[in-house]
């Protein structure tokens, strides 16, 4: 009987606290964030967007292959690009309304606690920060491709800097 109690509790606790991102669900993704003024990297909270890789489009529209309205999404056109590539390697690159704007950022990685709901980066072997992801859910986005529908569902991530 007592073990029944345990596993209700669990089944009970882990139902509130909700699903958990696993470190395979980031593994070769692509995010976009707000970087205005560059808000991405001082900010304490911000949002970071899964961006779909399933959605057909024509990158001779001009467009970076990025299918999202950054525009429409933020209100301007800076935003930052985080991959989480396979092997832990990170790119960051940085747009500036839909041209690569300042740099794509070299020599980072990432390392992710599913337990904590923690996100580290480093460049090369220093900590350089630390997110706590507080909130997952689904959401809408504007994207800008004629031949598909005017917002797609995707991921989204509200995450709290820690020092």
């Known amino acids: 009987m007592r073990s029944i109690l345990i596993i209700l509790l669990l089944f009970f606790v882990n139902n509130i606290f909700g699903q958990t991102i696993t470190k395979k669900q980031f593994k070769n993704t692509r995010w976009i964030g707000d970087n205005r003024n560059p808000s991405f990297y001082e900010k ?3 949002f970071l967007y899964q961006i779909p890789e399933n959605i057909d489009y024509n990158n001779s529209e001009g467009f970076h292959s990025n299918p999202i309205d950054i525009v429409k999404l933020f209100g301007h056109g800076h935003s930052v690009e985080i991959t989480f590539k396979k092997k832990m390697d990170l790119a960051i690159t940085e747009w500036n309304n839909d041209e690569e ?11 992710y606690n599913s337990r ?12 350089k920060e630390t997110f706590l992801i507080i909130d997952q859910f689904k959401t809408e986005v504007p994207i800008r491709i004629a031949s598909q529908p005017s917002k797609v569902e995707v991921m989204g991530l509200q995450l709290v800097r820690t020092y």
């Open 44 to 46: 304490d909270t911000f």
């Open 101 to 111: 704007g300042l740099h794509p950022i070299n020599d980072w990685f990432w390392k």
């Open 116 to 127: 904590l709901k923690k996100i580290q980066f480093y460049r090369k072997t220093q900590l």
